[in-house]
């Protein structure tokens, strides 16, 4: 948003109507009148290069920061974007009015008309990588729309349970309706509890919520504002990525805790309790708002090629046996493919599934609904 997203265009404004007041008053000044054109066209400047510059200085400046669930999309964009190691292959990502992953942007009620499901995930389920209409998500969506039931998709890369809980806490406490709630708990969402486990969402007085739409607008569109608000007022992550070495060790390390009993004592235990404690949270949310709550669990590449073992599915399987939750896994699906061909349901050098990985994902969730709707 040129000139308009910038604080320093409307103290132009302020400025402008200084120096109208004083002519009215004093009369004609010529040293004020001089001083005041260039200062004005100095502010006017500067907000312009202000709104350009964070468009240079950004990449995919749809993705923002968030006061209650720390980071998430900008409602109603429609923008091309790349991935990881998937990057020679540009898709566009789109979001409705509520800054959900959708086909199009467009406007969705948080009243729901019928049968309503969300879908919540990490980079897993946003489908990073490909158009909505070819990943696990955009599939099952479009599907489950010719049964008469809408799919909601809220979710975001590097997401985790504290994320998921506050996500959905925040959407229900605004009035979002479901009926059931499928939550799709990654590998990675361990490493990254401990991650996120300083974000503390902020409160929500009368005065923030009349200030916080200024506050997205320069956040979102001012380089200085941003730069100013993620230096001096941002809270500070102790365990960010110096404290797990660089940001290469934080990524190369985020499935370790499945087989490394180093990785499993440095964070995997922490991690695994604040997982669980989240994801009970989401648990009671949905008890308490009548929600049925179903977890999904899946393997990674290396699960399928390294022989890592089931602790990612197995602690999940036991938290939803001691709460009667409904608990689906796909590792048996993953590793009924040929070694050989593995390789071929994961971007290249990536963890994330490929085309015919979301399709696999897919058809799994389908032959899951085929039977579960028609009981």
Known sequence: MILLGSPFFYLS????????????IKGPVPFLKTFSINL????????????????F???????????????????????????????????????????????????????KNGKRFVLMGDSFIEGVGYPYEETLAGIVTRELAKKGIEVLNPSVISYSPKLYYLKMKY????????????????ISDIIDEVYYDYFNPAEITVLSKKLR??????????????????????????????????????????????????????????GIELAKM????????????????????????????????NRHRDLWLDFSKKRSLSF??????????PRNEIGKYFIEKDIHWSKDGHRLAADFMLDFFDGYLDN
């Open 278 to 309: 989240h994801v009970n949270e989401i648990w009671k949310l949905c008890n308490k708002n009548g929600i049925k709550l179903h977890i999904i669990v899946y393997p990674w590449h290396e699960n399928l090629t390294n022989n890592t073992g």
């Open 328 to 337: 689906l896994h796909m590792f048996n699906v993953f590793r009924d493919i």
């Open 57 to 111: 200085s950004t990449k995919d400046d749809f993705r923002i920061s968030h006061y209650y669930y720390h980071h998430g999309l900008k409602a109603l964009v429609s923008e091309e974007t790349r991935w990881g190691s998937n990057y020679d292959n540009p898709y566009v990502l789109n979001t409705n009015s509520l800054g959900f992953i959708d086909f199009e942007p467009r406007e969705v009620s948080l009243k």
């Open 213 to 270: 739409p200024l506050d997205n607008l320069f956040s979102h569109n001012s380089y200085v504002y941003r730069e100013i608000k993620l230096k001096y007022f941002e809270q500070i992550n102790p365990k960010g990525f110096e404290y797990w070495g660089g940001e290469e060790k934080f990524y190369g390390m985020k499935s370790h805790w499945i087989f490394s009993n180093e990785a499993y004592q440095f964070y995997g235990r922490e």
């Open 171 to 186: 959407y229900i406490d605004q009035g979002l309706e479901l009926d059931e709630l499928f939550l799709f708990i990654d």
């Open 40 to 55: 004005l066209t100095l502010l006017v400047l500067f907000s312009f290069f202000d709104t350009v510059a964070i468009k």
């Open 13 to 24: 404004l302020v400025v402008a109507a200084i120096l109208i007041l004083l002519v009215k």
